[in-house]
C-alpha cells in the first residue's frame, strides 16, 4: 500500500514533468544563470574559488530547488488533486513520502547536472572525491526536500506564496546549509574526519525533519 | 453579551502590577547596588536585561511548542491564542536579547556583530518567529490558521537545537572561540542574586503580556465574528 502511493505519485509528477518540462527547465536555467553571476560578482580566481565554491555550489542548489519545492503542490491544486488524494484510502504520510521522492529526484537531477558546470566554471582540482561530494549534496537535499514538501503544502494555498514560501524555508534551512557547504569543503580540503561530521550532523537532522514532517503532515492536509 | 473587550481579569491585572515592581526593583539592583565585575566594568550591566531575556525567549518559544501540540491534540482554539500570544511577546523579548547582546558586543569585542554561536542562534529564531506570525497574518480562517501555526511552532522548536549545534561547530572549527566568548569563571553570588531576580521579574512580565496579548486577540476575534454576522443579517 505505502510502496504503491508513493510510487503513483512519483510517477505521477515524473510523466508531467517529462511531458512538460516546466520545472527542471526552469531550475536547470536558473542554476547555470546562478554560478555564471556569481562568477561576474565575486572574484573568482585560484585559491579564493577552491575557498568560496563549496559554499556558493550549494547555496546555487538551495535556490534552485527552492523554485521547484515552491509550486511542488501547485499542480495538486489544479482539479482540487489535493482533495481527492486526501479522502482516498491512502495513508496520509505516504503521500507526503510520494511528493518528496518527486521532489527529491528533481534536486537530485538538477545537482548532477550542474556539477559538472561547477567543476568547469570554478578551477577546482580534478581529482575531487566526486562521489562522496555528490553523497553529500544528496544527503543536504533530502532535509532541504523534506521541509521544502512540507512547508510547500502550506503556502501553496497561502496569498503572496512566492514571497512567503522563501521566509519559511530559509532559516529553517540555516543548519542544513551550514552543514553541507562545510562538509563539501571538508571533502574538498581533504579533511575526511571533519567532513564525516557534518555529515553526522546533516544525517541527524535529516531524520528529526523526516519524523516530525511525517508526524505533521496529516494536520496539514485534513481538510 | 459580554462585552468581548472585558476588563483585564485578576491575574492579569496583579501579575501586571507585580512585574512593574520587580522590574522597577531589578534594574535598581542592576544599576546601582549589584558590585561590577572588576575586568569587565560597568558596561556588564546590561547582562542583566540580556541574559533574562534570552531565557524568556526561550520560554516562550517553548511555550509555542507545548501549546501548538495541544492544539493540534484537542483543537481547542484557545491552546492557539495561547501560542500566538506568546509567540508576539517572545518576539519582543528576542529583540531585545539580540539588541542588548549588540551593545554588549561593541563593548566587549569592538564590533555590532559577530558571529558568536549563541548570538547567531538567537537571530536564526528571530527570524522563525517573525515569519511564524507573518504566515499567521496571512491566512485568514481561524481552524486553518491554527493548524498551519502549529505546525511551524512545532518545526521551528525541533530546529532550534540543530541550528545551535551547527553554528557552535561551525564556529569552532573555525577558530579558537576563546576571543569571542567572555570566558565565564564561577559567577559571584552577588551577580548572580539580582541577575535570578530578574529573570523572575521578565518572566512574571512575559506572563502578564502573553494574558493581556490573548485577551485581546480574543476580542479581535469575536470582533471580526460580530462583524460578519452583521453583514450576513444585512443581507450583503
Redesign the interface.
Given at each position: 500500500m505505502w510502496l504503491s502511493v508513493i510510487w503513483a505519485l512519483f510517477r505521477k509528477d515524473a510523466l508531467l514533468e517529462l511531458r512538460r518540462r516546466e520545472t527542471l527547465l526552469a531550475m536547470g536555467a536558473f542554476g547555470v544563470l546562478s554560478m555564471l553571476l556569481y562568477n561576474f560578482a565575486l572574484p573568482l580566481d585560484g585559491d579564493r574559488a577552491r575557498d568560496l565554491a563549496p559554499g556558493l555550489l550549494w547555496v546555487s542548489v538551495t535556490f534552485t530547488a527552492m523554485l521547484g519545492l515552491g509550486k511542488a503542490f501547485a499542480v495538486e491544486k489544479q482539479n482540487d488533486v489535493m482533495d481527492a488524494l486526501v479522502m482516498s484510502p491512502a495513508p496520509k504520510a505516504a503521500i507526503f513520502l510520494g511528493k518528496l521522492a518527486s521532489n527529491f529526484v528533481f534536486i537530485a537531477v538538477i545537482e548532477l547536472f550542474l556539477i559538472p558546470l561547477f567543476a568547469a566554471f570554478f578551477p577546482v582540482q580534478g581529482n575531487a572525491p566526486w562521489g562522496a561530494m555528490i553523497g553529500t549534496l544528496f544527503l543536504g537535499s533530502l532535509g532541504l526536500a523534506t521541509i521544502g514538501t512540507l512547508f510547500s503544502s502550506i503556502t501553496v494555498a497561502m496569498r503572496a506564496r512566492e514571497v512567503i514560501f522563501p521566509l519559511v524555508l530559509l532559516p529553517l534551512m540555516v543548519p542544513v546549509i551550514i552543514a553541507t557547504s562545510q562538509a563539501l569543503a571538508a571533502f574538498l580540503n581533504g579533511e575526511t574526519t571533519a567532513a564525516g561530521a557534518w555529515l553526522r550532523m546533516l544525517g541527524v537532522a535529516d531524520l528529526i525533519f523526516m519524523v516530525a514532517s511525517l508526524w505533521v503532515f496529516e494536520f496539514l492536509v485534513e481538510d | 453579551m459580554t462585552s468581548p473587550l472585558a476588563k483585564a481579569g485578576p491575574w492579569e491585572r496583579w501579575l501586571g502590577i507585580v512585574a512593574l515592581v520587580m522590574v522597577v526593583a531589578g534594574v535598581y539592583w542592576g544599576l546601582f547596588v549589584s558590585p561590577v565585575d572588576l575586568y569587565q566594568g560597568e558596561p556588564m550591566r546590561i547582562l542583566f536585561v540580556h541574559v533574562p531575556s534570552a531565557w524568556v525567549s526561550f520560554l516562550a518559544f517553548f511555550v509555542i511548542f507545548v501549546a501548538s501540540i495541544k492544539y493540534?491534540r484537542t483543537r481547542d482554539l484557545k491552546y492557539d491564542t495561547i501560542a500566538h500570544a506568546a509567540a508576539g511577546s517572545g518576539l519582543i523579548f528576542t529583540g531585545l536579547t539580540l539588541a542588548s547582546g549588540s551593545i554588549w558586543g561593541k563593548y566587549a569585542w569592538g564590533v555590532w556583530w559577530t558571529w558568536d554561536a549563541r548570538l547567531t542562534t538567537v537571530a536564526?529564531l528571530f527570524?522563525?518567529y517573525a515569519?511564524y506570525l507573518?504566515?499567521r497574518g496571512?491566512?485568514d480562517e481561524d481552524?486553518?490558521r491554527a493548524?498551519?501555526g502549529?505546525?511551524?511552532g512545532?518545526?521551528?522548536f525541533?530546529?532550534v537545537p540543530?541550528?545551535h549545534?551547527?553554528?557552535y561547530?561551525?564556529r569552532t572549527?573555525h577558530q579558537p572561540a576563546s576571543i569571542l566568548r567572555p570566558d565565564s569563571p564561577r559567577m559571584a553570588p552577588e551577580l548572580m542574586i539580582p541577575l535570578l531576580f530578574n529573570t523572575a521579574a521578565f518572566i512574571v512580565l512575559f506572563a502578564h503580556l502573553v494574558i493581556a496579548r490573548r485577551r485581546v486577540i480574543e476580542a479581535e476575534r469575536s470582533f471580526t465574528r460580530a462583524q460578519q454576522e452583521q453583514l450576513h443579517e444585512s443581507g450583503v
Open positions: - | 493540534l536564526v527570524l522563525i515569519v507573518l504566515v496571512l491566512i481552524a486553518k493548524r498551519y502549529a505546525v511551524l512545532i518545526i521551528g525541533l530546529d540543530i541550528i549545534f551547527s553554528v561547530w561551525w572549527l
